[in-house]
């Protein structure tokens, strides 16, 4: 069966990433990371809002009110749309740690906590600095030193005991899986789950499917691809653009995905895209915001 990605909003995003469906208000909520601009389109009446931040915004996620958590330049933030206005709160900032670096691809984990991967503004082959970070309800956060240069990928399996993430980096170019302490939220054991230099694209963004299949934006390739549990590509899908980033399911029956890009110099570029599937995605869990 041939399935077809529609352009449906020519946002031109610089690069645009981290598409998230918020059901408290069935809006997608989505992020231009080098303009540090928010997203929110309205399928269902083709709304569309921006708010512009004055530093980039790396990647965000729906909290338990509908509010966001965010990774940005600075580290985590909250952010509330009050009346049409954005309001910020700093939730954790990293300070000197974060010179040169920035919060990339981000998720949370099937019991609500919020995870990040770092990078550097110019990421060094020969030293991998990005990190990743996690974010807990009551605040506290920790941080995992794995040699990443551009950390992309998250995702969990539906039973939340399985995190992958992969490295887009050319070097790299490979996603992993490690197995994840669901009570104590740390990961371990990281395992190569698909080496995709052989592969058409590289990978970025991802989502999961409630049958455990990891589907990954390949960039540079134009390219939305499914891996089964076991690391292979069962289905790949053409997008009508050459670099799309992060995908996410939405809709109320998570049957739709969408589908962020980068602008470069193709018609289509920085697009905003949706692709109707038979296949169901899970519902992120939502961080846990305590006040």
Known sequence: ????????????????????WNPHDDCLYFVDITSGELHRY????GGHHVWRRETMLGCIAVG?????????????????????????TPLKIFGA?????RMNDGTCDRQGRFWAGSMNYAPNPSQPDGALYRLDADGSHAKINADLLVANGMAFSPDGKRFYMSDTHPTSSSIWAYDYDIDNGMPSNRQLFADTKQQLGRPDGAAMDVDGCYWSAANDAGLIHRYTPTGEIDISIKV???????ICFGGRDYKTMY??????????????????????????TEFNFTK
């Open 97 to 101: 740690e974060f010179d040169c670096m």
């Open 240 to 246: 009508p653009t050459a670099k799309p980033t992060k």
């Open 259 to 284: 589908i962020t890009s980068i602008r470069l110099d193709d018609e289509n570029a920085g697009g905003l895209f949706a692709l109707e599937l038979p296949y169901q995605g899970i519902a992120e």
């Open 42 to 45: 309205n399928p269902s009446g």
């Open 64 to 88: 338990n009110d509908g509010s966001l958590v965010a990774g940005s330049h600075e580290g985590f933030v909250r952010l509330i749309v009050d009346k049409g206005r954005l309001v910020e």
């Open 1 to 20: 069966m041939t399935y077809k990605a529609e352009l449906i909003l020519d946002v031109k995003t610089a690069l645009g990433e981290s598409p998230m």
